[in-house]
């Protein structure tokens, strides 16, 4: 008799468990789901900037493919690509400060609630230690974080490629390509979050927490945008001519940051490049260069090929300064959390 109709054959084992899905569980599962709005809407909205970038690209791309890109042969192109750049600019400088928004919407209000309403109170009664809890709110949000930032960056870095080395475009020393490509807007999304988390730890009060994390954010801007050209490394172009003819100015290599620009005189010194620039003819300029003995120019620039180096660099500083604030998380909260 067949098994298919013999009622006393033994039932076939279930496949169900091989074919069961992931699922979260435990105090992974219960971190999710008390935030699972904002990790749904920080996704989301990831989508949706990649997405508007890539199709901001394709119409950049559409138009210097006109002038003969990826080999540009003239300048022609840069009379028409202001509203291209300008875009390009107004994207950057929004994605530059996501990090900033990110330490006020989900850095300040990861524990300030627990905090503020007293739920915290019912971690501790439970059997898994605050310290797992802490770990896995922290572990979850800054995966989510580094995701969607990381996904950013290189769609931005994809979009601005195409004139990379284009000065007369989009500058890459600008906070608008600086901070919104390569490894930096995730660490600075992680740090302005760590920040975040700090302050709603200590305030305790969700709404001052946020006030507080924003002014932090913006302050950080400021700091940051002030001391990112020095993490390079300057290089000095010179040129020599006669006395009293410094000729032009060097050309600089192809996408390169001018930071300064001197005279040089016959004994080696620097002199402004403001020099007899009050001259009333030009006769009279020249006079004034011989007399100071000018005999060239002397300009100081970073070169874009440091621009990963520099990158990096900020976001070992970034990463450090973070990892602290982790740890200062991790020692209050096993401490003083409630």
Not at 110 to 127: F, H, M, R, Y
Not at 151 to 171: C, D, F, M
Not at 176 to 199: E, K, N, Q, R, S
Not at 219 to 240: C, D, E, N
Request: glycine letters at 10%; charged letters at 10%; proline letters at 5%.
């Amino acid at each position: 008799m067949s098994t298919l109709t013999d009622p006393m054959a033994p039932l076939p084992a279930p496949t169900s468990t091989a074919r069961r899905r992931p699922h979260l569980s435990g105090m992974t599962w219960l971190v999710w789901r008390q935030h699972r709005a904002s990790y749904w809407t920080l996704i989301a909205l990831t989508a949706v900037g990649v997405a508007g970038i890539a199709w901001q690209r394709s119409v950049m791309v559409d138009y210097l493919a006109g002038y003969g890109w990826p080999h540009l042969k003239s300048d022609d192109w840069v009379q028409g690509f202001t509203g291209y750049s300008q875009r390009l600019s107004q994207v950057g400088l929004a994605l530059s400060f996501v990090p900033v928004l990110l330490g006020v919407f989900v850095g300040a209000t990861l524990l300030a609630p627990d905090l503020e309403n007293g739920t915290v109170k019912l971690v501790a009664a439970q059997s898994a230690s605050r310290g797992r809890w802490i770990a896995t709110k922290l572990v979850i949000t800054g995966l989510v974080l580094a995701a969607g930032t990381a996904l950013l960056s290189v769609a931005y870095n994809w979009w601005w490629s195409p004139i990379r080395t284009q000065g007369n475009a989009t500058s890459w020393t600008d906070g608008a390509v600086f901070d919104t490509t390569g490894p930096v807007p995730v660490a600075l999304a992680l740090f302005l979050t760590a920040a975040g988390v700090v302050i709603g730890m200590l305030l305790r009060r969700v709404l001052t927490a946020m006030v507080v994390a924003f002014g932090f954010g913006v302050a950080l801007k400021i700091v940051w945008g002030l001391t990112r050209l020095h993490l390079g490394t300057t290089v000095t172009l010179a040129t020599h001519h006669a006395a009293g003819q410094p000729g032009s100015p060097p050309r600089l290599p192809s996408g390169a940051y001018q930071l300064d620009s001197s005279y040089v005189t016959g004994s080696g010194r620097l002199l402004g490049w403001s020099t007899c620039v009050h001259e009333p003819s030009q006769k009279a300029a020249d006079a004034c260069l011989r007399k100071a003995d000018v005999v060239g120019w002397s300009v100081d620039y970073l070169p874009i090929s440091q621009m990963s180096s520099m990158q990096w660099l900020g976001t070992g500083i970034l990463l450090t300064l973070t990892a602290a604030l982790v740890a200062f998380v991790f020692i209050r909260g096993r401490r003083r959390l409630v």
